[in-house]
């Protein structure tokens, strides 16, 4: 009976220290959660000085560089007498290649520059003479535009404007058309060498 009146008695003395005790363990972590804390510091440090190191220089040597057999190196000096002999060979290859034939592909280059320069001085002109439409609409379709000195002063700056550029349409299809005679004379002297 005596331990009957003093249970509840002791058991409310003790639930106190039970709570004080199952706090302790939950605010210290097991020990895996500190090595793992400790493992992530870690790599967090690792990542830092990593950071912090210079990169090396790249070294070029002949390793390094994709070798095609009978390529010219351009990097040193080459490694041995076999591929000096094969410098030789490609040297010797490249000036067998007659004059015209070089001289045909440079005026074909040139050629297709200048049909592009041309094609794009076609589009500036277009989007001239429409810009110039439509402000010449807006201008004349004011009631009194003969007061608009600002606008008739535009008006004759894109005519101006317009003019120049078919001048330089008309100096590049000159320019294709000599290019194009070139070519056809380096073509026709060419296909007579051979």
Not at 38 to 51: D, I, P, Q, V
Not at 110 to 121: F, M, P, V
Request: proline share 5%; aromatic share 4%.
């Amino acid at each position: 009976m005596l331990i009957a009146k003093w249970a509840p008695l002791i058991l409310l003395l003790s639930l106190p220290g039970l709570t004080a005790a199952q706090q302790s363990q939950s605010q210290t972590p097991p020990a895996s959660e500190q090595q793992q804390d400790s493992l992530a510091a870690a790599a967090r440090r690792a990542r830092e000085t990593k950071k912090d190191q210079a990169k090396p220089a790249k070294v070029w040597d002949n390793e390094s560089l994709a070798s095609a057999p009978g390529a010219i190196s351009v990097v040193g000096q080459p490694a041995s007498s076999d591929n000096n002999s094969a410098t030789a060979e490609v040297v010797n290859s490249t000036a067998g290649v007659p004059p015209a034939t070089t001289n045909v592909t440079s005026i074909e280059g040139d050629l297709n520059e200048a049909k592009a320069n041309l094609q794009s001085l076609k589009v500036d002109l277009d989007l001239l003479q429409r810009k110039y439409s439509l402000d010449q609409q807006t201008y004349y379709g004011k009631p009194e535009y003969s007061s608009d000195k600002a606008g008739a002063a535009a008006l004759a700056d894109e005519k101006n404007q317009i003019a120049s550029k078919q001048q330089e349409i008309a100096d590049g299809e000159k320019k294709v058309a000599d290019l194009q005679a070139q070519l056809d004379a380096a073509n026709k002297s060419s296909s007579n060498a051979h």
